[in-house]
């Protein structure tokens, strides 16, 4: 449950109570849900510096497109370092290579895009095109969430809440999933009634509270909750 269509960028999504499905899924959002993301988001690269990836060649590249991507990316559009990694990572217009998606997420990321980190961080869960690193995952996560990206505030909730990476923290689950909620996560705040449900992370039980936030997360889209409402 991952995706917005490329050609501007891409978001994610995923399942407070499961992991996250495969990255670039054009639906609705989902546990941690998403919003599409604008070439205009920036964020602080994390401090600690990720292993050297290598930008892909124009002989990688099959569509035109793609190719402009390239060289515009490697001019320091960091929009467009998102667009060609979508494309490598999905092998459309583009020889699949999840090692060439990871270095262009890389790149975005370090001019400052948030996509560009999220995807990244998606890539090092999965260990796919980079060796699977939770902390690296986490740190990238972080970084995000501190300046307002909701699905990496939602992932983070997920490692906290799973332990992955991270310590496992209900409370700091707790605490993040709201915010991504708040930031307009539909299956955040699908995860937020749950634990409100439960009295779980720190949070009272109340059932009221929690049907609020379900019928929040149904509202932007999120099936799970809409059962939660029915049942």
Request: glycine share 10%.
């Amino acid at each position: 449950m991952r995706r917005i269509v490329f050609w501007v960028s891409i978001v994610c999504a995923c399942d407070a109570a499961a992991p996250k499905s495969e990255p670039n899924n054009n639906t609705a959002p989902a546990a941690g849900s998403s919003t599409a993301e604008t070439r205009t988001e920036t964020a602080k690269a994390p401090a600690t510096p990720p292993a050297a990836l290598v930008l892909p060649t124009d002989d990688a590249a099959i569509d035109a497109k793609v190719k402009v991507s390239l060289g515009d990316c490697r001019a320091g559009d960091a929009a467009l370092c998102v667009t060609a990694g979508v494309a490598f990572e999905d092998g459309a217009g583009a020889t699949k290579s999840a090692e060439h998606a990871a270095a262009l997420y890389d790149k975005a990321c370090s001019l400052g895009h948030k996509v560009g980190c999220y995807n990244l961080a998606l890539l090092y869960e999965d260990g796919k095109g980079v060796p699977k690193d939770f902390l690296r995952a986490s740190e990238l996560y972080t970084k995000n969430c501190a300046d307002g990206h909701a699905n990496s505030c939602n992932n983070l909730g997920l490692m906290h809440e799973k332990g992955r990476g991270v310590p496992q923290d209900d409370g700091r689950a707790y605490e993040l999933y709201a915010k991504s909620c708040d930031l307009g996560a539909a299956g955040a705040c699908h995860a937020v009634g749950v634990f409100l449900e439960q009295g779980r992370g720190g949070a009272s039980r109340d059932v009221s509270k929690a049907h609020a936030k379900y019928k929040k997360a149904c509202e932007g889209g999120y099936a799970k909750a809409c059962d939660k409402l029915q049942g």
